[in-house]
């Protein structure tokens, strides 16, 4: 009886320090400096791209604008517009990839989807909608500098 006592004490206060461990420490600061809300989230728009109509163009323009689109994302990126952007593996949907635009409108992405030079030539169409995610999305610029030992 006296060791399922210890052990139950133990058990006991591993759990409540387990608890206290993995207590969510709330940061006003950041949390306001990433203008989420009460719950962590905020408003974002997600862009689809899919392969645009443009099927004449030379490979070595297509070449050059996909190195405009590349860098058009880097700046976005920097300026903090562009929260996550990435291509689709090959299917069979014309899924070419994605951006999330840390913007609250689609007015405000369609402005910024008009920068990319690859969408201007109709290499890339962009379906825009309203999203909801973690304000923290917004940090994965920072902490992808800090693993990618190549830059793109």
Request: aromatic share 8%.
């Amino acid at each position: 009886m006296k060791k399922s006592i210890s052990l139950f004490a133990f058990l006991l206060l591993s759990a409540v320090g387990f608890a206290q461990e993995t207590e969510v420490k709330y940061d006003e600061n950041l949390a306001k400096s990433l203008n989420a809300e009460p719950n962590g989230m905020k408003k974002y728009v997600f862009c689809l791209l899919k392969t645009g109509t443009n099927t004449t163009a030379s490979k070595e323009e297509t070449q050059k604008l996909f190195e405009g689109h590349m860098a058009n994302i880097n700046k976005l990126a920097k300026e903090g517009k562009l929260v996550v952007a990435g291509p689709f593996m090959k299917n069979d949907r014309n899924y070419r990839g994605i951006y999330v635009f840390n913007v609250e409108t689609v007015q405000e992405a369609e402005a910024l989807v008009a920068t990319d030079p690859a969408i201007k030539a109709k290499l890339l169409e962009a379906e825009l909608t309203p999203w909801y995610a973690t304000a923290a999305l917004q940090e994965t610029v920072k902490i992808h500098e800090k693993i990618a030992k190549t830059k793109m």
